[in-house]
């Protein structure tokens, strides 16, 4: 079970770390998170100062040569930067004891999915993710919620910013009006979900309250009173908000309130299942994580050892299809690579051996195509032309290692007692060992998790 375990809840196996249990993976998840201080990454604060400093270079272009070279500098050290926060990312994976804290971060981001939108903010939902989804992985959905959703880079990349309550000072002195972007996936995508019942004038009075939040200068949260709409506000059966409007202290209860719905832990706790399992999820393991997080109001440990507990956890059935990132995290770790050499890797180095197969497996770095995050269909992974992706992607990872295992070994280390005969086989009869373990890395066993 230890080898599943890895496998399917964490980063793949590796000959570096013995495959933990799943007592072993709560537990660590439980503890520090090691992994991010070996593989420190910045946080969204300073990310944000850079692309200030980008904006005013730019900005300042035409008064001569010298804030030209500014500019193309800063530029320049973004793009270096981007890069180098997946080779981190990637090392962080490869190099982790604690693969399920790494794949919960994955999973997290994508939920809680921001775009960057705009090259002055290049790397800023790495920094994102550090302050508002890694630190409470092991924690309450209701904090990370409310971190997530009043993040600047949430707050911006669904323009709530520009929100107005059209009956505030500001909305009424200039005819400024309500966006309902961050109210909208709040209930459809955050908590609980397109199909909850919510109506319409939920989505306005979620709307009205979030009103008054600002980002100042791009990096601090501020409420704003005179952009907020006066009166209380009722938002799925509950009212917030007094006489006057609401301010940030109601809008964190109505995010923690969120959290508690029926609707969200089952809307949460089945996206969890579908993740980690299956994309039909047994309906009694849902039942009883969703159990679970209403007894102990939306604790993540307990909920997740409620689904490592299930017979659905671990029935002997086809796993999901990995993510690109998921599948080259998963062969790197295999393979033994050093995670210094991954974190330390050059520009160009990452560009054509990480950045470039994301691409052309469908996964672009940080770039899903909406808030609802990247796709969650097995057949969209794996299209021909992605499928051959990954081949060729397997194949030349093998072949480019000055030493290639004998496969006959790397079968076991990459995929354990999980591994079938007929790739056994095929890997002993591989006609050279670069071969063998591409066929391994090729091989459905090791394209599922």
């Given at each position: 079970?230890?080898?599943?375990?890895?496998i399917?809840?964490?980063?793949?196996?590796?000959?570096?770390?013995?495959?933990?249990s799943r007592?072993?993976m709560l537990?660590?998840?439980a503890?520090?998170?090691?992994i991010?201080a070996?593989?420190?990454?910045?946080?969204?604060a300073?990310?944000?100062?850079?692309?200030?400093?980008f904006?005013?270079?730019?900005?300042?272009?035409?008064?001569?040569e010298?804030?030209?070279?500014?500019?193309?500098?800063?530029?320049?050290?973004?793009?270096?930067?981007?890069f180098?926060q997946?080779?981190?990312?990637?090392?962080r994976?490869?190099a982790s004891?604690?693969?399920?804290r790494?794949r919960?971060?994955?999973?997290?981001?994508?939920?809680?999915?921001t775009?960057?939108?705009?090259?002055?903010?290049?790397?800023a939902?790495?920094?994102?993710?550090?302050?508002a989804i890694?630190?409470?992985?092991?924690?309450?959905?209701?904090?990370m919620?409310?971190s997530a959703?009043?993040?600047?880079?949430?707050?911006?990349y669904?323009?709530?910013?520009r929100?107005v309550?059209p009956?505030s000072?500001?909305?009424l002195?200039?005819g400024?009006?309500?966006?309902?972007?961050?109210?909208r996936?709040v209930l459809?995508l955050?908590?609980?979900?397109?199909?909850?019942?919510y109506s319409?004038?939920?989505?306005?009075?979620?709307a009205?309250l979030?009103?008054?939040?600002?980002?100042?200068?791009?990096?601090?949260l501020i409420?704003?009173?005179?952009?907020?709409?006066?009166?209380?506000?009722?938002?799925f059966?509950?009212?917030y908000?007094g006489?006057?409007?609401?301010?940030?202290?109601?809008?964190?209860?109505a995010?923690?309130?969120?959290?508690?719905?029926p609707e969200?832990a089952?809307?949460?706790?089945?996206?969890?299942?579908d993740y980690f399992?299956?994309?039909?999820?047994?309906?009694?393991?849902?039942?009883?994580?969703?159990?679970?997080w209403?007894?102990?109001?939306?604790?993540?440990?307990?909920v997740?050892?409620?689904m490592?507990s299930?017979?659905?956890?671990w029935?002997?059935?086809?796993?999901r299809?990995?993510?690109?990132?998921?599948?080259?995290?998963?062969?790197l770790r295999a393979?033994?690579?050093?995670?210094?050499?991954?974190?330390?890797?050059?520009?160009?180095r990452?560009?054509?051996?990480?950045n470039l197969?994301?691409i052309?497996?469908?996964q672009?770095?940080?770039?899903?195509?909406?808030p609802d995050?990247?796709f969650?269909d097995?057949r969209?992974?794996i299209?021909?032309?992605t499928?051959?992706?990954r081949?060729?992607?397997?194949m030349?990872?093998?072949s480019?290692?000055?030493?290639?295992?004998?496969?006959?070994?790397f079968?076991?280390?990459?995929?354990?007692?999980?591994a079938?005969p007929?790739?056994?086989?095929?890997?002993?009869?591989?006609?050279?060992?670069a071969e063998g373990?591409?066929i391994?890395?090729a091989?459905?066993?090791?394209q599922?998790?």
């Open positions: 079970m230890s080898f599943h375990a890895q399917r809840f964490g980063t793949g196996l590796s000959p570096a770390h013995p495959p933990a007592d072993e537990a660590r998840l503890g520090p998170d090691q991010a070996a593989f420190p990454q910045e946080g969204y300073a990310r944000a100062e850079r692309a200030l400093e904006v005013a270079a730019r900005r300042d272009l035409t008064q001569g010298a804030e030209a070279a500014l500019s193309e500098r800063l530029s320049r050290e973004m793009r270096e930067d981007n180098r997946m080779a981190l990312t990637l090392a994976g490869v004891p604690d693969g399920l790494e919960l971060t994955w999973f997290w981001a994508d939920h809680f999915t775009v960057r939108r705009s090259a002055a903010m290049r790397g939902i790495t920094g994102y993710v550090e302050d890694r630190p409470h992985v092991a924690g309450r959905f209701g904090d919620l409310a959703v009043l993040h600047p880079a949430m707050v911006l669904l323009d709530q910013d929100s309550g009956n000072p500001a909305g002195r200039t400024l009006s309500l966006n309902e972007n961050l109210a996936e459809e955050h908590t609980l979900g397109v199909d909850a019942g319409q004038r939920d989505v306005r009075e979620m009205e979030l009103t008054g939040i600002g980002i100042r200068q791009r990096r601090e409420f704003r009173p005179g952009h907020a709409e006066p009166g209380a506000e009722t938002v059966g509950a009212t908000g006489a006057r409007s609401a301010d940030l202290s109601e809008i964190r209860a995010l923690h309130d969120l959290a508690l719905r969200t089952r809307h949460i706790c089945g996206k969890l299942a399992i299956s994309d039909t999820p047994d309906p009694g393991l849902i039942d009883t994580m969703a159990a679970a209403d007894d102990t109001g939306g604790a993540f440990l307990p997740l050892d409620t490592l299930h017979p659905a956890a029935a002997d059935v086809p796993g299809v990995k993510r690109p990132f998921h599948f080259i995290t998963s062969a393979l033994g690579t050093p995670p210094d050499q991954i974190a330390n890797a050059s520009r160009q990452v560009n054509t051996r990480l197969p994301l052309a497996m469908g672009r770095w940080q770039g899903a195509a909406g995050g990247y969650d097995d969209e992974w299209r021909p032309q499928l051959a992706a081949i060729g992607w397997a030349l990872t093998a480019e290692m000055p030493r290639p295992p004998d496969p006959r070994d079968v076991v280390t990459a995929l354990g007692d999980t079938s007929d790739l056994r086989r095929a890997a002993a009869r591989a006609e050279t060992r373990v591409g391994v890395l091989a459905p066993e090791f599922r998790s």
